[in-house]
């Protein structure tokens, strides 16, 4: 990937900004004389104007939804540095040109700003490129028209960036399969997809049903428009960067081709964004399935597989998704993957490390946070054992904090007799030379589990009995 230095001359940027090429028009798309909407029953309509989507896209009541959901969902400032507490004030300044500058074809997006993600692999990173406030909303508007078309296209067994379906939705059809006896799985793994999407090949995929040449040129402007990562802007000829609103749906447009030749092989499959798991009912079946769908991905659609993580292997030595699987009673069943476990204990473990300086009223905030979002996300699997334990040394992690917190004998004596504890025993546990893991132990009659919940905080365990549970 090239990378050159330029010096901006649109929009006002930062000092520390840089800016991109403008990317190449679409213009053999243009002049095409019908395009495509969503009737009030989900029908597809063929009958209007070319240039009517991008209409509806720049439409006042789309616009002003975007916006919204823009705002609603926050989000960092992208090379502009401007956040969304200041869009609003801008695009009532400069929205008849903005309007008039995508009308025209002559809006230059900016580039994405570069974020690097540590993933578990030790040295890989998740990397993300942050728009603008101003082209979210512009993405966010394109995705609010774009996605009621293309719903009825999309296979059902897509279960990722859609409406009124989700990841447990994806897990429960995985089990379904599974029950039915397709326990064989192809566990495809798509290497680095969102940054190795053939554009042109997208761009293509999207023309079936996009007849407006002016939408088209905007999407591929997005596509090109670049990335600024440490001050320096790099080019970007493929892949869809993935932090904007729209990637998501380019994403599915891109893997419903795949979808469509897994339907049409007869495939029992199930799909969240790129995670593709494909279930047969041998592990030969299996094998010959990745070997002739190869071909496919890597050849039509201009992907990479994985070959180290790709694999074929029974459901119960699989991960997807966070879960993992295992057989009860002749039913398939949910658990919590171990890899999954491990990244929990270790959330749990930087919340609760006591060098970390967060007040006693934060702390439980942050904790209470990340137990519910935890706890929802793997409510379907089977964790009452796994969250007891899980709850025993968390409310030990708990008492080592507050012993850590009362340094001075003097402290910790003035803060145990506020137990009722007797004396002897104050002077005692005050005296201990214990470090703050051991001393936790001692501290179970004082800093009881009610106490502890008293506090503010709250365990796995409580909270998946009063809302999860089954």
Same mark, same amino acid.
């Given at each position: 990937m090239k990378t050159t230095k330029q010096t901006y001359t649109g929009r006002k940027l930062h000092q520390e900004d840089c800016p991109q090429k403008a990317a190449a028009e679409q213009r053999g798309y243009a002049g095409v004389p019908v395009s495509v909407r969503i009737a009030e029953h989900n029908d597809i309509i063929t009958d209007l104007p070319a240039d009517s989507l991008l209409k509806r896209i720049l439409s006042r009541d789309n616009l002003n939804g975007a916006y919204k959901k823009v705002k609603s969902n926050r989000g960092a400032g992208g090379v502009d540095k401007m956040s969304v507490d200041e869009l609003l004030p801008y695009l009532r300044e400069h929205r008849v040109d903005l309007l008039q500058q995508i009308r025209d074809g002559h809006y230059k997006p900016n580039p994405v700003r570069r974020v690097e993600i540590p993933k578990e692999e030790k040295g890989k990173f998740w990397k993300l490129g942050i728009p603008t406030a101003v082209d979210r909303v512009i993405q966010q508007a394109i995705a609010q028209v774009l996605t009621p078309i293309y719903e009825p296209q999309f296979s059902d067994s897509n279960f990722g960036f859609r409406p009124r379906r989700g990841a447990h939705d994806a897990l429960k059809q995985c089990r379904k399969y599974a029950n039915e006896g397709y326990v064989y799985v192809v566990d495809m793994d798509l290497e680095k997809f969102f940054d190795t999407?053939?554009?042109?090949?997208?761009?293509?995929?999207?023309?079936?049903?996009?007849?407006?040449?002016?939408?088209?040129?905007?999407?591929?402007?997005?596509?090109?428009?670049?990335?600024?990562?440490?001050?320096?802007?790099? *080019?970007?000829?493929? +892949?869809? !960067? @993935?932090?904007? !609103?729209? &990637?998501?749906?380019?994403?599915? #447009? $891109?893997?419903?081709?795949?979808? /469509?030749?897994l339907e049409k092989r007869g495939h029992k499959f199930v799909r969240y964004a790129d995670d593709c798991m494909i279930l047969c009912k041998s592990k030969r079946s299996a094998e010959r399935t990745l070997t002739h769908i190869i071909p496919f991905i890597e050849g039509k659609l201009f992907l990479k597989v994985n070959r180290?993580?790709? &694999?074929?292997?029974? =459901?119960? *030595?699989?991960?997807?998704?966070?879960?993992?699987?295992?057989?009860?009673? +002749?039913?398939?069943?949910?658990?919590?993957?171990?890899?999954? @476990?491990?990244?929990m204990m270790n959330r749990l473990r930087e919340i609760t490390q006591r060098?970390?300086?967060?007040?006693?009223?934060e702390r439980p905030r942050i904790l209470k946070r990340?137990? /519910?979002? %935890?706890?929802?996300?793997?409510?379907?699997?089977? $964790?009452?054992?796994?969250?007891?334990?899980?709850?025993?040394?968390?409310?030990?992690?708990?008492?080592? #904090?507050?012993?850590?917190?009362?340094?001075?004998?003097?402290? *910790?004596?003035? $803060?145990?007799?506020?137990?009722?504890? !007797?004396? %002897?025993?104050?002077?005692?546990?005050?005296?201990?030379?214990?470090? !703050?893991?051991?001393?936790?132990? $001692?501290?179970?009659?004082?800093?009881?589990?009610?106490?502890?919940?008293?506090? +503010?905080? =709250?365990?796995?365990?409580?909270?998946?009995?009063?809302?999860?549970?089954?």
């Open positions: 999407v053939c554009q042109s090949k997208l761009i293509e995929v999207l023309s079936r049903t996009i007849k407006d040449g002016r939408v088209l040129s905007l999407i591929h402007k997005y596509l090109n428009a670049g990335i600024i990562r440490q001050g320096v802007f790099e *080019r970007s000829q493929q +892949g869809v !960067p @993935q932090g904007g !609103p729209l &990637s998501p749906l380019l994403s599915n #447009i $891109m893997l419903n081709e795949l979808d /469509k030749e180290e993580k790709t &694999s074929v292997a029974h =459901i119960s *030595r699989v991960k997807y998704l966070g879960y993992g699987f295992y057989r009860y009673k +002749g039913e398939c069943r949910f658990k919590v993957h171990k890899k999954s @476990q491990k990244k060098s970390k300086a967060i007040s006693k009223e990340f137990i /519910k979002g %935890w706890v929802n996300y793997f409510k379907l699997a089977d $964790m009452k054992g796994l969250l007891r334990t899980v709850d025993e040394w968390l409310r030990r992690k708990i008492r080592a #904090i507050y012993w850590k917190q009362w340094k001075k004998v003097k402290t *910790r004596y003035r $803060m145990i007799r506020q137990y009722n504890v !007797p004396e %002897w025993k104050v002077h005692e546990l005050a005296n201990c030379r214990k470090g !703050p893991w051991r001393a936790a132990l $001692m501290l179970n009659s004082i800093l009881t589990n009610k106490e502890i919940a008293r506090q +503010g905080y =709250i365990t796995l365990s409580s909270y998946y009995e009063q809302n999860c549970e089954n």
